[in-house]
């Protein structure tokens, strides 16, 4: 009970942050629908040299693209929401609530996860008038899949989020990483075109397996009896990271 108190006050006052900055909402949405037409037009003259994909490129860009927002949420919620809550003052009350550190860290990201969902859902629709058709037969998979995902990089969030905490500076894990993701994950182009090399370094990079996943759940049909080495990667890396 005294977990939901604290969870919904953490929520509310988030919502009236997000809230205060209207222009945020869209600023974002214009973003959105800015890059998903630019996908599309360019997809018009990309032919994977891998061969056809399920839903062609604009649908294997455009899922990958849905799937990062997760990822950096997780990389950057963190060290984003510490710093605003030092700023604000309220991070001291924060810690002295009766809510152990876990809880914490797993109420921080409740708004940011939310709204990831929403940009998600909003980018998928947008492509969806687009003209891309998704094969989703079993949409709980989703659930399992999102969530490893977001574990899978959280533990490199926060370790960023306690650099900036000890050292009161910019963190340098999340750059790194992020240009690491950009190049092996898999978002806009298969790892299987990279020399030998790194397309095995890139199945050690969980984004790859991430975006493997969502593209089977949404272009493929697959389910969880199908995602199973997916799931098996991002619970290793999750419990590695």
């Known amino acids: 009970m005294r977990l939901l108190k604290v969870a919904s ?7 009236r942050l997000a809230l205060s ?4 909402f869209l600023l974002t949405a214009g973003a959105g629908v800015f890059s998903t037409v630019l996908w599309y037009y360019l997809s018009a003259f990309v032919s994977p040299k891998a061969g056809p994909v399920p839903g062609g ?3 294997y860009v455009i899922t990958g693209t849905a799937l990062l927002g997760y990822v950096h949420a997780a990389l950057h919620g963190f060290s984003r ?24 860290l797993a109420l921080s990201s409740l708004w940011e996860m939310g709204a990831r969902t929403l940009e998600a859902v909003f980018l998928l629709a947008v492509a969806g008038l687009l003209g891309l058709q998704t094969q989703v037969a079993h949409p709980w998979a989703l659930v399992p899949l999102l969530l ?16 900036l905490l000890v050292f009161q500076r910019g963190e340098p894990v999340t750059p790194f990483v992020g240009g690491l993701r950009a190049r092996l994950g898999g978002v806009c182009f298969p790892p299987e075109l990279l020399p030998s090399s790194l397309a095995l370094l890139s199945r050690l990079v969980p984004l790859t397996w991430a975006v493997e996943g969502l593209r089977g759940v949404l272009l493929e049909g697959k389910g969880t009896a199908e995602l199973g080495g997916v799931f ?6 999750t419990a590695l990271l």
């Open 81 to 104: 929401r510490l710093r605003e809550d030092q700023a604000t003052g309220t991070l001291e009350i924060l810690v002295s609530s009766p809510v152990p550190p876990w809880g914490l």
């Open 9 to 15: 006050a953490v929520l509310i006052r988030d919502l």
């Open 57 to 59: 490129y604009f649908g």
């Open 148 to 163: 490893l995902t977001v574990t899978s990089f959280a533990g490199l969030g926060i370790f960023a989020a306690s650099f």
């Open 21 to 24: 900055y209207r222009l945020n």
């Open 232 to 237: 098996v990667a991002l619970g290793l890396f």
